[in-house]
């Protein structure tokens, strides 16, 4: 699984990708896992290498500009999950927005 996370500045994103990292290793799961930051539409440049675009809450307002711009499914992250950093709780929603498109 390759997901792509979105936030405005990249910053908290990259705490989730961290632990995202992390979990997957724990758990035996195949996953790479990059973040980038929202402004200046960077994800597009990238996007083609992953399965899924996961956008940050505070981002979500952004998510039917991305699925414009991108061809791949694109989701907003819960934002009880992402404030906790719940891991199993993200892996789930990439694997069923890559499992429904």
Excluded: T
Excluded at 57 to 74: F, T, W
């Amino acid at each position: 699984m390759n997901i792509l996370l979105v936030c405005v500045g990249g910053m908290s994103s990259s705490l989730l990708m961290d632990k995202m990292r992390k979990y997957a290793a724990d758990h035996n799961e195949e996953l790479r896992i990059d973040a980038v930051g929202e402004m200046g539409h960077a994800y597009e440049k990238v996007y083609k290498d992953y399965d899924v675009v996961l956008l940050a809450p505070q981002a979500g307002y952004r998510k039917k500009d991305v699925m414009k711009r991108v061809d791949i499914p694109v989701g907003v992250i819960d934002m009880a999950a992402y404030g906790r950093a719940d891991c199993a709780k993200v892996f789930a929603q990439a694997k069923q927005l890559k499992d429904n498109s």
